[in-house]
């Protein structure tokens, strides 16, 4: 095995799902630290054997209970703050499924799984005050926005 002499971060993966139409996007509620109790994308880390993509079906699936969707890339982001747990670099995913024909529960690192109005995650809401943007872990309100950009 080669060793390297520059520091490797980790890589992730992110998912954003959302609804025809783009009106939801599907968001679990973590489990664990970091972001404990906070509303975050599906994701995680990616396995030493397995491809961006199966990976993200993976986490998609442990998370959230859906599968046999189809990802399209929304791009990378690596700002060397964005996780507290050291340097970890995402590869962002998005699918559009029908609500309707999903079947989703909470699994492994969620304690919730749950949709919301894409409209809170645009610069500017045009929601009803009363209605609350969920407080996201990591840099997830900028990758919502990028995938909701890229879908539309």
């Not at 054997?49 to 399209?72: F, K, P, Q």
């Amino acid at each position: 095995m080669f060793c390297y002499d520059y520091p490797r971060p980790a890589v992730t993966v992110d998912i954003v799902v959302c609804t025809d139409g783009l009106l939801d996007v599907l968001l679990i509620q973590r489990k664990h630290a970091p972001f404990e109790g906070c509303w975050a994308l599906p994701g995680g880390f990616i396995g030493m054997e397995e491809t961006l993509e199966a990976a993200a079906l993976r986490e998609l699936e442990e998370e959230t209970g859906v599968s046999n969707v189809t990802l399209t890339e929304v791009g990378v982001f690596g700002a060397p703050s964005r996780d507290p747990r050291g340097r970890v670099i995402t590869v962002a995913y998005a699918a559009v499924v029908e609500r309707s024909a999903l079947k989703i529960k909470a699994g492994s690192d969620a304690s919730a799984v749950a949709w919301f109005s894409t409209a809170l995650f645009e610069e500017t809401c045009k929601l009803k005050p009363a209605v609350k943007r969920p407080k996201l872990a990591f840099d997830h309100n900028e990758i919502i926005r990028k995938a909701l950009e890229k879908l539309k």
